[in-house]
C-alpha cells in the first residue's frame, strides 16, 4: 500500500427529514447566500424546506448554476458576496451547483499572484484553474444534495467550465463543512439523471481501483462492494416497480458519496484518464458527464488491458463473478458486462450511439494536448497517440 494522509471532515446528515439539520450546523449569525440551479428545487420541495429551516438565519439567494457550470455564471455571484457581506455559502443541487460553489467560495477570497505575468498582483481567479494558483482562503460552504453522482458535497474537487474548456482544482478548504443526503429528495429525478448518476460514481470508484495492484485490500474490497451495490441497485432506481424504493435511493446515495469522498483511492494508484478524455467530450460538444464516460471507459479497458490485466482479472472474479475461461476470455467478459450494465443504465457506451466519428476526434486530441493532457493515466503514460487509439476504439 501507498502512504497516505486521510482527512475527511464533512459532516453528513444522511436519511428524510434532515435538511432541518442546517439550521444548526449553519452559524446564526452568518450572512448565508443560498446558490442553486435552474429551479428543480423550487418544484420538488426542497426550496420550501431548505428556507424553512433558515428562518432564523439571514439569508440571500443566486440561482441560474447551469449543468457543467460556467466561469461567467459563477462570477456574477461575487457582485451579491460584496454588497451583503456573505459570509456562508449554502449549495442545493446537484454536482454542478456544489462544484460551483466552491469556485464561489474561493474566488470570493482570491489574493491572486502577486508574480503574476505583468507583475501587477491583479487577481484573476480564472487562474484558480487555469494555472492551478493555490487556494488560500474561501468562504465556509455547507450542501444540501439532490443529485447523487459526482461526490462533490463530500470532497475539495470543483470543475468549472469556460469557453469549452472544462478545468479543475482541488482544495481542502472547499470541502463542504457539512452535506445533507436525504434520498428522498431524488424520487424528481429524470431517468436521465439517475442514469448518468449511477455511472459517474461507479467510474469514479473505476478510476481509483482498476490501476495496478500495491495490496491495498480494504480499498480493493471497499471498491468491489460500492460496485456490486451500484451494479445491483442502479437498474432498480429506473424500473417501473423499484423506482420510487426509498431503501434503493439510499444505498444509491451513499454509494455516490463513498465512491469519491477520499476513502477508497487513498493508499492506492489512482488512474482518471477516462474523466480527463471525457471532459473533452463535454467541453467540446456538451455531452453529459456521465455520457463520455460510459463510450471512454470500456474503449480504455480494451486498450489498456495488458497495463490494466492483473487488476481486470481481480474485478471480473470478485465484481462480476467471471471464473470460466482463459484470462483474455474473462476480461473480455467483465468488459462487456459492464458494457451491459451502462446499457441497462440507459447511457451510451459509443461515439457513434452520440452521432460522433471519426472525423470528431482530431478536434478531441487537439484539445487534450492544448490542456496538457498528454500523458495521462496511473503510469502517465497514456501519450496522446493512445487517447487517441482509445477514442477509435469507442467509434
Ligand atoms: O439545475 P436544476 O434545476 O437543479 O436541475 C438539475 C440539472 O438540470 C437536475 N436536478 C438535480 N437534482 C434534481 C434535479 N432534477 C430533479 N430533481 C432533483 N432532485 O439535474 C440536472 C443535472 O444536474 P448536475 O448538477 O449538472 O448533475 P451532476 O450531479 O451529475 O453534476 C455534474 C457536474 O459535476 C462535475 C461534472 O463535470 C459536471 O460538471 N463533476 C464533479 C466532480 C467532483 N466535484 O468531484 C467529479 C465528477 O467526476 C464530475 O466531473
Ligand atoms: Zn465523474
Given at each position: 500500500m501507498l502512504n497516505f494522509n486521510f482527512k475527511n471532515p464533512t459532516s453528513i446528515h444522511f436519511g428524510e427529514g434532515q435538511i432541518q439539520a442546517i439550521s444548526t450546523e449553519i452559524p446564526l449569525n452568518a450572512r448565508v447566500l443560498l446558490v442553486y440551479g435552474g429551479g428543480s428545487i423550487k418544484s420538488n420541495g426542497v426550496y420550501q424546506q431548505v428556507t424553512d429551516a433558515l428562518k432564523e438565519h439571514t439569508w440571500f439567494e443566486f440561482s441560474g448554476i447551469e449543468p457543467n457550470p460556467s466561469y461567467d455564471t459563477l462570477m456574477k455571484a461575487q457582485d451579491i458576496i460584496k454588497a451583503e457581506n456573505i459570509d456562508y455559502l449554502l449549495a442545493v443541487g446537484g454536482g454542478s451547483v456544489v462544484d460551483g460553489v466552491k469556485f464561489i467560495a474561493a474566488a470570493a477570497l482570491y489574493q491572486g499572484d502577486a508574480n503574476n505575468e505583468d507583475g501587477s498582483g491583479e487577481s484573476d481567479p480564472w487562474d484558480i484553474l487555469a494555472k492551478q494558483q493555490p487556494v488560500t482562503k474561501a468562504l465556509p460552504i455547507g450542501a444540501v444534495l439532490t443529485?447523487?453522482?459526482?461526490?462533490?458535497?463530500?470532497?475539495g474537487n470543483s470543475v468549472v467550465t469556460r469557453d469549452g474548456t472544462k478545468l479543475s482544482f482541488s482544495s481542502?478548504?472547499?470541502?463542504?463543512?457539512f452535506a445533507v443526503l436525504d434520498?428522498?429528495?431524488?424520487?424528481?429525478?429524470?431517468d436521465r439523471q439517475i442514469g448518468n448518476g449511477v455511472v459517474d460514481a461507479f467510474i469514479h470508484i473505476i478510476e481509483q481501483y482498476?490501476?495496478?495492484?500495491?495490496?491495498?485490500k480494504v480499498q480493493d474490497r471497499f471498491s468491489e462492494g460500492l460496485l456490486q451495490t451500484l451494479i445491483e441497485e442502479g437498474p432498480k432506481a429506473l424500473a417501473a416497480d423499484t423506482k420510487d424504493d426509498l431503501e434503493v435511493r439510499a444505498n444509491i446515495m451513499w454509494s455516490a458519496t463513498m465512491a469519491l469522498n477520499g476513502l477508497i483511492g487513498a493508499g492506492v494508484p489512482q488512474d482518471w484518464s477516462t474523466h480527463i478524455i471525457g471532459h473533452e467530450l463535454t467541453g467540446a460538444f456538451g455531452i453529459d458527464h456521465a455520457r463520455t464516460l460510459s463510450i471512454v471507459l470500456p474503449a480504455l479497458m480494451k486498450v489498456r488491458r495488458e497495463q490494466k490485466r492483473e487488476k481486470l482479472l481481480q474485478y471480473a472474479s470478485r465484481v462480476w463473478q467471471v471464473t470460466e475461461g482463459d484470462d483474455d476470455t474473462r476480461i473480455d467478459q467483465a468488459i462487456r458486462l459492464t458494457e451491459e450494465f451502462f446499457e441497462k443504465m440507459q447511457v451510451p457506451t459509443r461515439l457513434s450511439d452520440i452521432?460522433?466519428?471519426?472525423?470528431d476526434i482530431d478536434l478531441l486530441v487537439e484539445r487534450l494536448e492544448q490542456h496538457g493532457m498528454t500523458a495521462l493515466g496511473e503510469q502517465g503514460d497514456i501519450s496522446l497517440a493512445i487517447s487517441r487509439e482509445i477514442l477509435t476504439q469507442a467509434l
Open positions: 443529485l447523487p453522482a459526482t461526490g462533490s458535497e463530500s470532497n481542502n478548504l472547499v470541502r463542504p463543512l434520498p428522498t429528495v431524488t424520487l424528481t429525478l429524470s482498476l490501476t495496478y495492484s500495491v495490496n491495498g452521432d460522433l466519428g471519426s472525423k
